[in-house]
């Protein structure tokens, strides 16, 4: 089964930085690894779902909204299996629970979360004011 699991999400001050990994495994889906797009979504209290972030799977190209533009970077680590977003200058509104995804289309990188079959529990991010 293909597993996907976020970890680094923690409290933090305003203004502070975190790095979030998503590692993934999974017979079929771990060879392929380097041919998936891969997001990550975020959750915050009482708003829906929020794709804010993508990357392709040779990870030479990436997107994101506006909001974190500039801020956030996203990559991946290939070799490992292991998505990344590195947050900095973080802000309360960033405060969510975060989600890595991966398409059932190999290459969608889009914003649509109904086109994201894997999903993995979620990691929670904090920031205080």
């Known amino acids: 089964d293909v597993r996907l699991v976020e970890s680094g999400g923690d409290l933090v001050p305003a203004g502070g930085s975190l790095r979030l990994s998503c590692a993934v495994s999974?017979?079929?889906?771990?060879?392929?690894?380097?041919?998936?797009?891969m997001c990550w979504v975020r959750h915050a209290p009482g708003e829906g779902l929020e794709w804010i972030s993508a990357?392709?799977?040779?990870?030479?190209?990436?997107s994101y909204i506006e909001s974190v533009r500039g801020r956030f970077t996203i990559s991946r680590d290939n070799a490992k299996n292991t998505l990344y977003l590195q947050m900095d200058s973080l802000r309360p509104e960033d405060t969510a629970v975060y989600f890595c995804?991966?398409?059932?289309?190999?290459?969608?990188?889009?914003?649509?979360?109904?086109?994201?079959?894997?999903w993995g529990p979620g990691t929670q991010v904090t920031v205080s004011s």
């Open positions: 995804a991966a398409p059932s289309t190999y290459s969608y990188t889009g914003p649509s979360a109904v086109r994201y079959a894997y």
């Open positions: 999974g017979f079929g889906f771990t060879g392929r690894f380097s041919e998936h797009a």
């Open positions: 990357i392709d799977g040779s990870g030479s190209k990436t």
